[in-house]
């Protein structure tokens, strides 16, 4: 079955892991920006960042048929140094042009500071006067909830914000709900060892339905499996859940969110 993966960061991987996506059935993915394992000192680095986003993963995507997107910001574990955010996020609007950017993120928070909270806000003005799409990561473990709450109480304070174009990531057991309620997209991120397994994804849509309701990867450097997307299909297969239910997850989901960006086109995918 064909997919799209709404979440994986293809700049630590190899291109081996391209070409195994596209045997799994990978049509089209969508790359945020993130942390690189350090803290990057300039905004020079960033712009270098960028490039490789919106120049370089689009053709190294390209070669195994893969569409590849993208998303730009500073993420929230670098939101600490408040002046080089500030350089980046005035640097962003150089990159919204690129043919594959589809909004800004993933921003959020990370240990959930007054920093931190600054800077998100910052970046959530930037796509309401560019017109973007947001992609939000929520902390890790037991700063989630809270973080998450506060994600969504200050995205509701501005006014700008279309709550249908905003996808909020990570979400699991204790967070799904609200973010649904609150009218945005929710993102489960199945990984091997944190967030989320397909086993609990699937519960999850058992539970809340398919609307504004999609999984991803996350793959990076880090304990993750690019591949993480089939092992859900198979999950939902398992369970005997139509080949419509797993689509709409998997790939319906995914472009009707994504093509509220001006950038993206929906991929012919397999019937």
Sequence with gaps: MDYIDPHIHMVSRTTDDYETLARMGCVAMSEPAFWAGFDRGS??????????????????????????????????????????????????????????????????????????????????????????????????????????????????????IERSRVLVDHVEEHTIQEVLDRGFWAGMTLYPITKCTPARAADMIERFGTERLMANSAGDWGPSKPTAIPDLIMELKRRGHSRDLIRKIVYENPCEFFSQSKNFKAPIAAP
């Excluded at 980046?88 to 909004?103: K, Q, R």
């Excluded at 902390?139 to 109480?153: A, F, N, S, V």
């Design 43 to 160: 905004v020079e680095s960033f712009r270098d960042y960028f490039r490789q986003l919106t120049e370089f993963e689009p053709k190294r995507a390209a070669q195994f048929g893969i569409k590849h997107y993208t998303w730009l910001c500073i993420n929230a574990k670098e939101a600490e140094n408040v002046s080089l955010s500030r350089e980046v996020i005035a640097m962003i609007p150089e990159f919204l042009d690129a043919s594959n950017v589809l909004g800004i993120g993933e921003i959020g928070l990370n240990k959930n500071t007054k920093n931190e909270s600054t800077i998100f806000l910052e970046h959530v003005d930037l796509a309401a006067r560019y017109n973007q799409q947001i992609l939000i990561h929520t902390p890790h473990l037991e700063d989630k909830y809270q973080g998450t709450k506060m994600i969504l109480d200050m995205l509701v304070s501005d006014a700008r």
